[in-house]
Every structure is written in C-alpha cells, then in structure tokens.
C-alpha cells in the first residue's frame, strides 16, 4: 500500500533523504576509520550504514517509488538528466563565481559522470523494455571522479588521469 496523506508522504521523503544521507555518511566515515587504522570501527560504521539503508528502502517502498526495471530505469534517466542538465551546471557555476576550487573540482567530476550513467540507463531501459537484458561484463568506476567505463577501462581515466588499476571493477 503506498502512502497517501499529504503531511505523511512529505514526513517520509524527509525521512527518506535523511536515511539515505546517513547511509552514505557512515559507508564514508568507515573508508576513513580503516584508513586511520580502526578496522572495528569501520566495520560498526558499514553495519550501521546497512541498518540506514533498510530504513531507506522500507521508507521509499511506503512512498509508492518502486516500479518494474523500465520505469526504474526511466526514473535513473530522469534524474541523471536532471543532474546533466540543471543541477551540476548552476552548483559548478556558483562555485566557480565563488572562488571554491574545490566545489569546482567535485562538480565538474559529478557532471561527467552523470552524462555517461544517462547513456547507459537509456540503453539499458531500451533492452528491458524488449524484454533482454544488456550485455555488460564489467563495469570500470574511477574512485576519483565516478567516471564509468563499460567491458573495458581507459589507461587512464579522460577525466581526473586516475589510472586503470585504481578503478573499481564491477563484475
């Protein structure tokens, strides 16, 4: 059953973005702790950061936000457009009038990105819709700026110059 009540559905979109932030937060608090030597740390961040994440998803399953893999699809299109299109452009363009290098460095990577993950919903969103799944045996994501390459991934990567064997390889 999908929440209905306006006061409600808004609580839950909050409390959706709010489990999610959180899960992201404590996925990268842990990157850090085992970084610094605190592997029992990192591990209560992770399962913590689980735990987040099944809110998440129990609160955007109440919200009605789950469809069959093309509309799920459509929706990734979506926002990754939205991203391309609106969002980055207007958040690179305030930091680089603001002076915040480093805003313009995390944006400018983000958008990159996002135009390549579009692509690839689009192409996926067509084969699902005939019923066929793509045909992709790895996927090649930059740790350094999200740069997403499929099958094979660049020497280096065309946007940060991250090399090949930093990529994380997704099979």
């Known amino acids: 059953m999908v929440v209905k009540k306006k006061m409600t559905r808004k609580f839950l979109e909050e409390a959706f973005a709010g489990e999610s932030m959180a899960?992201?937060?404590?996925?990268?608090?842990?990157?850090?702790?085992?970084?610094?030597?605190?592997?029992?740390?990192a591990k209560l961040f992770r399962a913590i950061a689980h735990a987040e994440f099944v809110h998440a998803k129990n609160h955007f399953r109440a919200l009605g936000n789950i469809g069959k893999t093309p509309?799920?699809?459509?929706?990734?299109?979506?926002?990754?457009?939205y991203e391309v299109e609106e969002m980055y452009p207007v958040f690179h363009n305030a930091a680089e009038f603001q002076g915040e290098k480093e805003a313009v460095r995390?944006?400018?990577?983000?958008?990159?990105?996002?135009?390549?993950?579009?692509?690839?919903?689009?192409?996926?969103?067509?084969?699902?819709?005939?019923?066929?799944?793509?045909?992709?045996?790895?996927?090649?994501?930059?740790?350094?700026?999200?740069?997403?390459?499929v099958d094979e991934a660049p020497e280096y990567c065309p946007v940060c110059g991250a090399p090949r064997d930093k990529f994380v390889v997704f099979e």
């Open 71 to 81: 509309e799920n699809l459509q929706a990734g299109i979506d926002g990754e457009t």
């Open 106 to 149: 995390t944006t400018h990577y983000a958008l990159e990105a996002e135009k390549i993950h579009a692509g690839l919903y689009a192409r996926a969103k067509e084969m699902a819709e005939s019923g066929k799944d793509v045909e992709i045996k790895k996927v090649y994501i930059c740790p350094v700026c999200g740069y997403t390459a």
């Open 23 to 41: 899960h992201m937060r404590y996925l990268i608090f842990a990157e850090q702790a085992e970084r610094e030597g605190f592997p029992n740390i």
